[in-house]
């Protein structure tokens, strides 16, 4: 894949240098947020890792060429254009192939973070096993890319559109350490709080950074989740985005939606239920996990 890459300079040299580099994925700005404070969203949080002195390098393809920093005008395109693709592992060979435009997602951004030698990733939430998964099949890629990519994807949890226990079961069999942000608890994206246990904590940046140098010595392929819980005074109550959630999940039903589709519907969904606060929610948790990471970057640099 490596001669499809391009790598903007300034994360070329960080890398060089053993520099803190971060990279950030696109979904988020293609399918997941709201127009127009996906494309602001996305500069804010690059502009929050230089500020922490990290180079922030956020993924996407253009044009059939995977570009490792985007600068503000391709995020732009990300962001505005029709047509672009949602790109997980399944998809790359379709969208180089075919010259397309796509972003990718937690599963996607993992495979190219590798590829360039990068080992941090923020992100919002990561794609987890489907409420009704034992009928449609349907997990996400990004669980099986967490098997066998070993890169840190500091996430606040998944949301609780999913089945969270499910997506934590899978990831202990898969043999991958979900690591609590001081917190033993599994967050669930809006709310600091699943309800769920977490089995490893860590306390500080410099500890996550220690299991993550480990657990390449070990020569262990999976990467390491970090779950970070969204900041106490931009959490939404549990109970409160369950009556969202179980609207938007009769409205999948109905319209029928299937595969790559059924996290955009659901996100938009909720995001339209629950107003700006979600929103207001999703930001702060995003440029939460953004510091966290820089600091973890900064501890393996
Ligand atoms: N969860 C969110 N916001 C998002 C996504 C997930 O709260 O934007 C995106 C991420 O890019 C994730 C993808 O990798 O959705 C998962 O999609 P799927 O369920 O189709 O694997
Ligand atoms: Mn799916």
């Known amino acids: 894949m490596k001669e499809y890459l391009h790598v903007r300079s300034d994360v070329a040299e960080a890398l ?9 994925e696109s979904t988020i700005i293609a399918h997941g947020l709201p127009r127009p404070q996906n494309v602001t969203v996305a500069l804010q949080a690059e502009e929050e890792a230089r500020s922490l002195g990290a180079v922030p390098a956020t993924v996407g393809i253009l044009e059939g060429r995977i570009v490792i920093g985007l600068d503000p005008g391709q995020i732009e395109r990300l962001g505005t254009e029709e047509g672009v693709l949602k790109v997980s592992r399944r998809d790359f060979a379709y969208a ?4 397309r435009t796509g972003a990718t997602t937690v599963c996607g951004t993992m495979m190219v973070a590798r590829l360039a030698g990068i080992r941090v990733f923020a992100t919002g939430g990561i794609g987890g096993v489907h409420r009704g998964a034992e009928r449609s099949l349907d997990i996400s890629a990004d669980l099986l890319e967490l098997a066998r990519t070993p890169v840190i994807v500091v996430s606040a949890g998944a949301k609780a559109i999913l089945d969270l226990s499910g997506t934590l079961e899978f990831l202990e069999t ?3 350490p979900v690591i609590g ?3 033993d608890r599994f967050p669930a994206f809006y709310s600091a709080d699943s309800g769920l246990p977490l089995d490893l904590v860590a306390d500080s940046p410099e500890q996550v950074a220690a299991v993550y140098r480990v657990q390449r010595s070990l020569g262990l392929e999976q990467g390491l989740l970090v779950a970070n819980p969204v900041p106490k005074e931009h959490e939404i ?3 409160t985005m369950e009556g969202y959630i179980g609207t ?8 029928g939606v299937r ?3 059924v996290t955009p519907f659901l996100l938009s969904k909720v995001l339209e239920l629950s107003g700006g606060r979600s929103l207001d929610s999703n930001i702060a948790l995003l440029l939460n ?3 966290l990471a820089c600091r973890i970057a900064a501890a393996l640099a």
């Open 96 to 99: 180089l192939a075919g010259g």
């Open 259 to 261: 595969g790559k589709q």
């Open 289 to 291: 996990n953004v510091r």
């Open 174 to 176: 898969r043999g991958v």
């Open 16 to 24: 060089r240098l053993q520099r803190p580099v971060i990279v950030l």
């Open 248 to 255: 938007a999940l009769a409205e999948l039903e109905r319209a």
């Open 181 to 183: 942000y001081r917190t």
């Open 237 to 239: 109550p549990r109970a």
